[in-house]
């Protein structure tokens, strides 16, 4: 029996980072993975075809082009799934390519198969061809991630009822689709689809969405799909999905009925233990397929970790590579400096996109923050105006005495980069003094830091000036 310090259940970006820290550290680490799916579902089935797909989408659509061109520019007139999937297929095998040289230039071992629990220590490696074998470490790291939740009462037939998994394989672009579920998922493909002109209807239980981000960047996000026909049925749940030969009908609760062609069921996602036998191990997982951890990623059994969506929320790669890192580290007692804290961003890949890191105003005001806004609009940036993208904007949240920067929301083109400038000057403990006195490159979005900055201070120089304090001057940073 081949004998390791670390094994780790899945190469997703959890999976993938735990073990090469592992084998960075000078320990001997190997990964199991099933057949077909090196890289996890962020590279097979999630975060990369979903990106690719909506890079091919914008550029065949023209969709960002139109404010220079007008609104019945195209780069192609009938765009084909084929034309969709080429982008697609070629990214994945690529990346696929990158984590399999990685994995073997660490000489981390990959076995291919799927992993079970046979007591704490030892797993078996069951092989498609009915081969199993053993193998067995001190310490076990769980990345086994999620699959999208598939109700009983829907018949998902992979063609006109699918999953996110399934969408990718559809045989057409579809002329008209009910988005069930307005969460992530579901939000970003409907703006994909419907930039590619299918009708969309998005049928949601609360009554909004993306209840995480900005009120003001989701209604901006709301006015841009209603703009491309998506229709909202919020504080709405599907009763019932009938498929018929002439296309589906999506009943409600309220009765109300949507025909489609096509019902995109994204509703949520499920943890894939059941097939792992955690008890052999003395575990358990939660009824939603979810896996509990300490701030470690130490499960109830201190040698075994757990790590990426298994372990539920923020269950994004992002967060899921760095847990899968300071899992490893921690199980071969390697400091970590710092907590995985407030500051991880979030970025959400809807046409046009979202971004943000900190808190919202919401969530400032309930807890009696008292701060200042700052709005810099993309139309007034040079570079804004040179890219056609006039609906864009980049708002800072700024504290109202220390002058620290305690939020940042994007909305519109480069958001998810744009965030970043952000996010490091939060890191820092910077002020909204140090964007006012900086020089940005120009033309460009990142200028709209600078702008932002200013608004902000004259706001808060405003509220100095008539209550006499001298709180609206510069403040500047210790030397
Ligand atoms: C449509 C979609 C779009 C997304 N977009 C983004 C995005 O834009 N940005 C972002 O940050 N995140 C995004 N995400 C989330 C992101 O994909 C996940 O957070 C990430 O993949 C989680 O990584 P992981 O390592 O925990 O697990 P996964 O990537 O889910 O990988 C787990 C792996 O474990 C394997 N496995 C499971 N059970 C066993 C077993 N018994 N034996 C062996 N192997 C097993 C699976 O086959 C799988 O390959 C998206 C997700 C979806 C579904
Ligand atoms: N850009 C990104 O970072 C990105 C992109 C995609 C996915 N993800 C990750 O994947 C995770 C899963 O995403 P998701 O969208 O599947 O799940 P989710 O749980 O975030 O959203 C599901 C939504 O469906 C609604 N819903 C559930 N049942 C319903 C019903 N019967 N009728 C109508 N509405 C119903 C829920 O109220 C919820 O809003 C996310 O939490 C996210 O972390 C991230």
């Known amino acids: 029996m081949d004998s390791y310090d670390m094994i780790v259940i899945g190469s997703g970006p959890a ?30 089935t999630g ?18 082009q139109r404010e220079l061109y007008g609104q019945s ?73 999620t699959r999208p939740a598939r109700p ?11 999953d996110s998994d399934q969408i990718l394989s559809l045989e057409k672009v579809p002329g008209s689709m009910v988005v069930v579920g307005a969460g992530v998922i579901g939000i970003e493909y409907a703006s994909m689809f419907a930039a590619l002109g299918t009708k969309i209807t998005v049928v949601e239980k609360r009554p909004t969405m993306l209840d995480f981000c900005d009120r003001e960047i989701v209604e901006a996000l709301t006015y841009q799909l209603r703009d491309l026909a998506v229709t909202f049925r919020f504080s709405e749940s599907v009763r019932e999905v009938q498929k ?13 009925k949507i025909p489609a062609d096509t019902v995109l069921y994204s509703a949520g996602r499920q943890g894939v233990t059941d097939a792992l036998n955690v008890a052999a191990a003395g575990l358990s997982a939660t009824d939603r397929g979810r896996v509990e951890v300490n701030e470690h990623f130490q499960t109830e059994v201190p040698h075994i970790y757990a790590v990426g969506d298994v ?79 006039s609906y864009g904007m980049l708002k800072i949240l700024v504290h109202a005495e220390s002058r620290e920067l305690l939020g940042v929301h994007v909305f519109g083109t480069n958001a998810t980069e744009l965030v ?43 509220i100095a000036r008539v209550t006499g304090s001298t709180n609206g001057s510069y403040h500047p940073l210790p030397e």
């Open 47 to 64: 975060t990369i075809p979903s990106k690719t797909l909506r890079e091919a989408v914008i550029y065949l659509t023209g969709l960002t």
């Open 244 to 256: 018929h030969p002439a296309g589906t009908l999506t009943v409600l609760e309220s009765g109300k």
């Open 152 to 162: 009983q009462s829907v018949d998902f037939d992979g063609s006109t009822i699918v």
């Open 420 to 462: 970043h400038i952000g996010q490091t000057l939060m890191g820092c403990g910077g002020t909204v003094d140090y964007l006012v006195d900086a020089v940005f490159n120009y033309p460009t979005l990142a200028e709209s830091y600078k702008v932002a900055a200013l608004d902000a201070v004259n706001k808060m120089r405003a």
């Open 15 to 44: 999976g993938q980072k735990a073990a090469i820290a592992a084998s960075k550290l000078g320990h001997r680490a190997a990964v199991v993975e099933k057949r077909d799916m090196v890289g996890g579902v962020c590279i097979n």
């Open 73 to 145: 520019y195209r780069v192609k007139q009938d765009i084909t799934v084929g034309d969709l999937s080429a982008r697609t297929t070629h990214v994945i095998g690529r990346e696929i390519d990158v984590i399999r040289n990685q994995l073997a230039r660490n000489h981390v071992d990959l076995h291919i198969g799927s992993a079970q629990f046979q007591d704490a220590h030892t797993i078996v490696v069951n092989g498609a061809d009915g081969h199993t074998t053993e193998i067995r470490a001190d310490k076990i790291v769980i990345a086994v991630g």
């Open 311 to 389: 372990i539920g929320f923020p269950a994004l790669a992002a967060t899921s590579m760095e847990q899968g890192r300071r899992a490893s580290y921690h199980a071969f007692g390697e400091p970590v400096e710092t907590k995985l804290g407030d500051l991880q961003p979030i970025g959400i890949y809807t046409v046009p996109e979202i971004s943000f890191v900190g808190r919202t105003e919401e969530d400032l005001t309930q807890a009696n923050v008292p701060f200042e806004v700052g709005v810099s609009r993309y139309r007034e940036l040079a570079r804004g105006a040179i890219l056609g993208d």
